[in-house]
């Protein structure tokens, strides 16, 4: 179970025909130089049964987050920021919408 604020989902699991992944946020990277690190630690499966995706049900929310570091301003961000959110927004115009501008001292994208 993927928690994509960079943490893990230690919760104990009970369906054991779904991977459970352990992601960890070693470093981001930023433009342009990109470099960051993710870990990921997955339980293993003996067998996997197939899914259908036939009915992929609606989207009901969205997270944005743009994040910026080092010398790259905070204005950077909040264009990226913006731009997803018109492209978001022109295709899911009833979306909820999470929103975030992150804030980091250093990044491997610094100049």
């Given at each position: 179970?993927?928690?994509?604020?960079?943490?893990?989902?230690?919760?104990?699991?009970?369906?054991?025909?779904?991977?459970?992944?352990?992601?960890?946020?070693?470093?981001?990277?930023?433009?342009?130089?990109?470099?960051?690190?993710?870990?990921?630690?997955?339980?293993?499966?003996?067998?996997?049964?197939?899914?259908?995706?036939?009915?992929?049900?609606s989207v009901t929310q969205i997270s944005i987050r743009s994040w910026h570091a080092g010398k790259c301003h905070h204005s950077v961000a909040l264009k990226m920021h913006e731009a997803a959110k018109t492209a978001?927004?022109?295709?899911?115009?009833?979306?909820?919408?999470?929103?975030?501008?992150?804030?980091?001292?250093?990044?491997?994208?610094?100049?």
């Amino acid at each position: 179970m993927f928690d994509d604020n960079g943490g893990d989902d230690s919760s104990p699991r009970e369906d054991k025909k779904v991977p459970h992944v352990y992601p960890k946020v070693i470093s981001r990277g930023y433009y342009p130089k990109g470099g960051g690190v993710v870990h990921l630690d997955v339980d293993p499966i003996h067998k996997l049964k197939p899914i259908s995706l036939v009915d992929r049900g609606s989207v009901t929310q969205i997270s944005i987050r743009s994040w910026h570091a080092g010398k790259c301003h905070h204005s950077v961000a909040l264009k990226m920021h913006e731009a997803a959110k018109t492209a978001i927004l022109e295709k899911y115009p009833n979306v909820t919408l999470k929103e975030e501008i992150i804030t980091e001292n250093t990044g491997c994208g610094s100049a």
